[in-house]
Each structure stands twice: as C-alpha cells, then as structure tokens.
C-alpha cells in the first residue's frame, strides 16, 4: 500500500483498481484474524486503500463514490486509532465540498478534523483545504489569516514527524510545494492573480526540488496550470501561453478532473476581458477547448 500511494506516475484508474485488491486482501485476512494487533494493522490498511480509492475516484469525477469511501476510510482509521489518516479522510472530504461549491460544509468537517488531527503537517494540510473554503465564500481575510497560521504548522512539523507521511509519502504527504499549490489556488478563487502566481511559482520550484521519476504528475501540471490562470489574471498572455506549453500535451488517460477542472477556469477567463479580442489568446483558448474535448471518460467498475 505505501508503494501504491507513492506511485507518481499511474494514471488513477489504476491506482483504484490496484487499492480495491489489496483492500479486499486485507479485508479477508481481517475476517480470520484472531490477535487484536494483527486486526489493526489490517484496519489501518483498510483506511489506507479506502483512503486511495477515495482520492482517485474524486479524481476521476466521481464524487458520490468518493464521498462514500471517504466516510468509510474514516471509520477504518478510527478502529485503527490512526488519528492522522482520520484526519486525513476528512480533509479529503472538505476537498469534495469544496469542489461541490459547498465551503460551509468543508468547514464543518474542518472545525470536526482539527482536535483530532495531530500537530504538524496534518492540520498545515488541513488549514490550507480551508483556505479554499473561505476563498469560496469570498473571504480574502479569512484567505490569509488561514495561510499565516499555516507557516506555524509547517514550522511545527520539523518536530512533529507525522507517522502517515513518513512512512508512506506520497499521496498522504503535505510538503511545501503541496501547500504553496494549495494556497495559489485558494488566491485564484479570490481573483488574487499576483499572490497565486507567487504561490504557483514557488510550488513548481519546490517539486523540481525532487528527482523528475518521484514529481508527482497531477500534482505538478495542476499548478502549472493555476500559474497559467494566474498570469491570466494579471494580464499577462504570453506567461500564460508558456505556463501551459507542457500541460496541452499530456496524455488523455492522465487528464483527471482535477485537472479538466482547472483548466475550464483557464478557459473561462480566456473567454472574458481583455482576451476576447487578442489574436494569440484566443489561439490558446481553442488549444484549451481541444485538450477539454479529448479527455477520456472515466470509470471505476
């Protein structure tokens, strides 16, 4: 499972197909284990594959299912008493509201999540998925108190070595570069194009931090996209054309929703002012239109 969550390069269809059976191994194990040990390590497993299912389904668009294997990860990680991966499952959670335009319901779960959540990187992950929310509800304040507060956590989690992220990374690691990708976001939902590019730029420096096998390849066209987003903002095109050179080739089998998402919003700012009359711009949003087009359907049968 700790090789599955650091699997960089699977498209999510398959990281799902790869978590169900090794959840469904664990789950028959479970029904013959006797030793009350044995049995949480093979729940904190459960919570753990649930857990991916949970993530990878959202990226497939499938959010009904998500939400469902969220709400059970959680209850796995809680019979394993792993207060990170429950804190974890339910900053997923607020990821899915968020996603739906529901913020005051990621905040319930935020408000839920952080007595629980262990000190560290789990509640600076925590913190940032709320950001998001107040950014939807139009909030800067609430926006940069939330990021503020955050710098400690992430000053914290050199003395808090979080279990999760040590021991499998991956997908269940909040680093720098996450964090910075997730705040340039939540200042793109308040229109703040210099402060998302700032965000954005220092996110893309912090995963070329790492070798090009481990950069993660959701993760690091996401943000290159919020920086194309970003620069759009700012009015600046050509920044905006070159931010996005790399992302329009990735193939179809990788273009997950969190991507499509994204890039609908770059799309949706091509098709305002002042781009609605620029030559180039509209270059780039029939480029933009296309690559939406060609996405591959999803599925998790």
């Known amino acids: 499972m700790a090789v599955l969550a650091r699997a960089v390069s699977m498209t999510a269809s398959d990281i799902f197909t790869s ?23 093979l ?35 809680d ?23 529901e913020p005051d319901a990621a905040l ?7 007595p629980l959540a262990p000190d560290g990187e789990p509640k600076l ?7 998001r929310s107040y950014a939807l509800l139009g909030n800067s304040s609430s926006v940069g108190e939330a990021l ?16 999760l992220g040590v021991s499998f990374g991956g997908e269940f690691t909040f680093g720098p570069a996450r964090a ?14 210099e402060q998302a590019a700032q965000c954005a730029q220092e996110a893309i420096d912090g995963y070329h931090q790492l070798p090009p096998a481990r950069r993660p390849y959701s993760q690091t066209n996401g943000i290159q996209i919020d920086l194309a987003a970003a620069y759009l903002l700012s009015g600046d ?34 098709s305002g002012s002042p781009w609605t009359h620029d030559r180039e711009a509209q270059q780039l949003a029939e480029q933009v239109a296309g690559w939406l087009a060609e996405k591959s359907p999803a599925s998790i049968s």
């Open 125 to 131: 992950r925590l913190r940032h998925i709320a950001s």
């Open 108 to 114: 319930a779960y935020f408000a839920k999540a952080m």
């Open 19 to 41: 978590a169900r059976r090794l959840s469904a191994e664990a789950r028959a194990l479970a029904e013959r284990a006797r030793r009350p040990r044995d049995l949480t390590d």
């Open 237 to 270: 095109r050509d920044g905006a054309i070159q931010a996005l050179s790399t992302v329009l080739n990735l193939a179809e089998d990788k273009r997950n929703t969190s991507l499509t998402g994204r890039m609908t919003k770059v799309g949706c700012l091509l």
């Open 148 to 163: 503020q507060t955050a710098r400690q956590d992430l000053d914290r989690a050199a003395d808090h070595s979080d279990d």
């Open 180 to 193: 910075a990708a997730c705040a340039a976001a939540a200042w793109l939902d308040v229109g703040d194009g």
């Open 79 to 101: 019979m394993a008493g792993q207060a990170s991966l429950v804190a974890w499952t339910l900053g997923l959670q607020m990821t899915l509201a968020n996603w739906r335009r």
């Open 43 to 77: 729940y904190a497993v459960l919570g753990q594959g649930t857990a991916l299912m949970a993530s990878t389904a959202f990226d497939l668009g499938c959010w009904n299912d998500s939400a469902a294997l969220a709400r059970t990860a959680s209850q796995y990680a």
